[in-house]
């Protein structure tokens, strides 16, 4: 089975499919998430013990952010061939550090030989009102935070052994200020980990609409405009190669003053209705966005 | 580093120590909990996809008891070679099956190809008032639930091919309405998941105290009564191995006729002074009990 028919398994048995998993609770809700990273696909050579420490809280964390949620606690499972101490507090000075970043805790965790460096996070947070990916209502806006690319820029100055760089760009830090400012605003929420064009996608099937995005108004980051050599390959980063970790939010065209004074993103498109799909205006033309992105 | 030496590693720069994180949250407790479970430690030839989905629930799910707490749902991190069907079905049905036994609910989780087969399943919960393994006192008694070397005497009968056995002795059912009932009586508790042995000397250094056992007091499960060819190998199984995720727990005696309308348990000793340490009485013989157990 692909990863994607394993979740359509998985889906039709259990109450999946947005960020979080959402628990009522005393009148809030608490946020649950869990994200396995591990060496073959997520720690290429040249990420630093520090950066994988960071990316490792900071991919559970951007879920809390994409439900607009506040985080209350972190846990880790670590496993690895061996325990060397010198990797070890570098990589807990980089969880730390993204924790404090993000004004939250590494509570507790689990450690335990393994025959690859595997490291899994489980971020625990609160939301009054969770934003759903449910929720986007034709003419609402579409928007998201940052530039896109980030990590497909990384990955290249990796192979061009631009250590720092590369490192500098993956220790993203999570959208949970944005995510928080946007709570009582946007109508639907979800972080960009698997590309925009996939994420717009898994947007449309929880909320029954389509998008049309303009091209021109999608936010790249500079490395990606810097390393692409062409438009294909600036598309291919910045919208399909996904790991970018920025919110894609709609927002209600009434809300967007309001909006603007929470946070900083860009509007690059509006909701159409479903049967339009999902299509992006590139000059002149309106072609259809293919749903592809990274699979995790 | 060996793992005692890393979790003292990580005890020095985390709050860690206890069975759960415990995060306080609008006058309650909230407890996290995250395991790893994997192929090459955790999941010998002739476990069942079933009796996995259930035992890396059932182990998440004990640490919560251990806390006195009630589970509010479980997330799983699921890696594997590659996802077939079948395999996934049954993982699921067993780990569905622990939850529903325990009233709690499987509420999302991560999937990822992975080298290994791996399980990381973390379980939250809430205790009004969390037990901690911080709180013994000289002359409290010193109690277990059920009885001792269940997953000792499975790993025996799976050696010996009788998988039936085996798998049903490894679905055990954590131990969460005892600890739910014991929570305002126990002044210390900590499931057994690395032997007793192990476990009493986590109680004394947490709580700094010794402990004074009775052998013949202890509960030998009837399997390992069975499969012991004599009295080392007994104790062997049911004090060292681990993996039992039974409740030790202290007791002021003054609560111990309320505690027994609770739920079952045996008395296997009682607390003493620190300097006393940790002792067995063995027939007319009082032996220390030597601190190694199974190291995860």
């Known amino acids: ?33 869990t994200d396995m ?12 013990p520090y950066t994988m420490g960071w990316r490792a809280v900071a991919v559970s964390l951007s879920d809390i952010a994409a439900m607009g949620g506040k985080p209350l606690g972190v846990v880790i ?17 980089g969880a730390l550090a993204c924790c404090t970043a993000c004004q939250t805790k590494l509570v507790g965790g689990d450690t335990d030989r393994h025959s690859e460096l595997t490291v899994v996070t489980t971020a625990l947070g609160e939301a009054q ?79 029954h609409v389509g998008f049309r995005i303009d091209a021109a108004a999608i936010p790249f980051a500079l490395e990606v405009e810097e390393l692409a050599r062409d438009q294909d390959e600036l598309f291919e980063m910045g919208l399909f190669f996904g790991e970018d970790f920025e919110l894609l939010f709609t927002l209600p065209q009434e809300e967007l003053f309001e909006a603007r004074r929470a946070c900083e993103f860009t509007v690059i498109g509006r909701v159409v209705p479903e049967h339009e799909g999902i299509t992006m205006q590139l000059g002149p033309e309106r072609i259809p966005l293919p749903d592809r992105g990274y699979e995790h």
């Open 37 to 48: 990273l591990h060496r073959q696909t997520d720690f290429p050579e040249g990420m630093t």
């Open 1 to 33: 089975m692909r990863e994607r028919d394993v979740i359509q398994f998985l889906s039709a048995r259990l109450p999946i499919g947005d960020d979080c998993a959402v628990i009522p609770l005393k009148k809030t809700h608490l946020l649950l998430t």
């Open 77 to 93: 499972a670590l496993g690895a061939p061996q325990f060397e101490q010198k990797f070890l507090e570098e990589f807990l000075d």
């Open 129 to 207: 009102k969770p934003v759903w990916r449910g929720g986007a209502r034709v003419e609402d806006l579409v928007c998201v935070t940052g530039d896109l690319g980030r990590t497909a820029a990384a990955l290249r100055l990796l192979k061009e052994r631009d250590f720092d760089r590369a490192n500098e760009l993956l220790r993203f830090l999570p959208r949970l200020r944005e995510g928080q400012a946007l709570a009582h605003l946007a109508s639907s929420m979800i972080d960009i980990s698997d590309g925009l064009a996939r994420s717009l996608y898994l947007l449309s099937e929880a909320s």
